[in-house]
C-alpha cells in the first residue's frame, strides 16, 4: 500500500506544494510547528532516509537546500533548521522549519492550526522567493 506521502505525490492527496522536479517534492506539513515548516521528499518511495541510495540521497539535500533558501526568505527567521524524525510516516522525508530559537524545532511543541488561506499565503510567499 502506498504512503500518505505517495498519495501526495500522484495527487490522491491534496498539498500545498512549494516545488518539485522529477525526483523530488516539497510541500507545507499540514500539522506545522512553526508557519513554513515544509516537508521534502523523494518521489520514490523509499522508507528509510539512509537506504536512499548516495545519489538520490545527495540530490534530495540539493533540492532540499533551495526550497530552505526559499523559506528563509519569506518567513522571518533566523534561519532554517534541517531535522528527521520519519518514524510517522514510512516514507523519507526531512523537515524544513524556520527558527528563531532551537526550541521552535521541538515535535514536543504543539502544533499551528491554520486556516487553508494561511497555508495558501505562506506556500505563495515561498513559491515567489524560488
Known sequence: MASIF???VNGEIPSYKILEDENYYAFLDVFPLVKGHTLVI???EI???FDMEDELLAGMMVFAK???KAVGAAI???RVGVTVIGLEVPH???HLIPMSKEKDISF???KLKLSEEEFKEIASAIKAKL
Open 6 to 8: 505517495t498519495k501526495i
Open 42 to 44: 523523494p518521489k520514490k
Open 47 to 49: 522508507d528509510y532516509l
Open 66 to 68: 533551495k526550497v530552505a
Open 76 to 78: 522571518e527567521c533566523k
Open 92 to 94: 523519507a522525508h526531512i
Open 108 to 110: 514536543t511543541n504543539p
